[in-house]
């Protein structure tokens, strides 16, 4: 089987790979078309111990697995939970002690021919969307948690810090709560493709504790510093990105000033498909390059390159 493999820091294309065997109650997948995330970068640059087939954001074809997903276009939520633990049973299933994760941590991932998941981890994409846009499900989750976590409503003054890849999915779906919207980042290009409404500040014009909530989605930790001077005595602080390494936080001026801080990870797959389905976000714009599954290599540098939104694989 063909597919991408990371160990020990280097990541490859091989052709040699063998093709998986479903464990109990899990699907094999055919994957269709496959995200590169950040996450994916991390990996490779060492952030987490991983050996493995890499990748997480998907779309594919059920091969093998129970009728009502047998032959249907999927996607999956990434983290394969053992529901039995005491964690798994108080519903906290995405911090399930004895997880695996799709691509990250002890599960081969998507950037191959084939998969595998847990059933109750596949969700049916509706006709209506797009191979391409179903690839970003699992972002669009992933940005939507926020409004799980946190209630905007449109009295918030809310800036996002990061105009990537994710800060797109999160600019967009906060549109939605009707909040005072804005923007800070450094890359022109990405900056212009955000939704047209706010304002959109260089981070050296940023002003100084001026919002009620604030959410870092940079991936480095001068975004976070960013993101706290930028949130008001008493706001709220999400952080969306996994740093490398260890930050130097000044802890009491969070103290002093009330902030509450809010980590947020994976996110509501139903609510992000009815989403992509209603039609009210247009993604395509996101979508900078198509690659085969034999170009991956090459589709990860391009990928990691300034500026750079989503790069996808295709393998259809």
Known sequence: MNGVWLEDGVVTFRDDLPYPNAGENEAIIRVLCAGICSTDHGLISGMFPYVGVIGHEFVGVVEDGPESVAGRRVVGEIVAACRQCQVCQQGRTSHCPHRTVLGVTNRNGAFAEYTTLPVENLYVVPESVSTEIATFT??????????????????????????????????????????????????????????????????????????????????????FEIARRAVRPAGTLVLKSTYPGALEIDFTSLVVDEVTIVGSRCGPFAKAIHLLESGQLDLSALIDQTFSLNQAIEALSQSRRAGTLKVLLDMR
């Open 138 to 223: 699992e972002p669009l989750a992933a940005a939507l948690q926020i409004l799980e976590q946190v209630n905007i409503t449109s009295e918030d003054r809310v800036l996002v810090v990061g105009s990537g890849k994710l800060g797109q999915l999160i600019a967009r779906t906060l549109t939605l709560t009707g909040c005072a919207l804005s923007y800070a980042g450094r890359n022109q290009r990405t900056l212009g493709l955000l939704p047209k409404r706010g304002e959109s500040y260089q981070v050296e014009e940023l002003p100084d504790t001026q919002f009620d909530i604030v959410v870092e989605c940079t991936g480095n930790a001068q975004g």
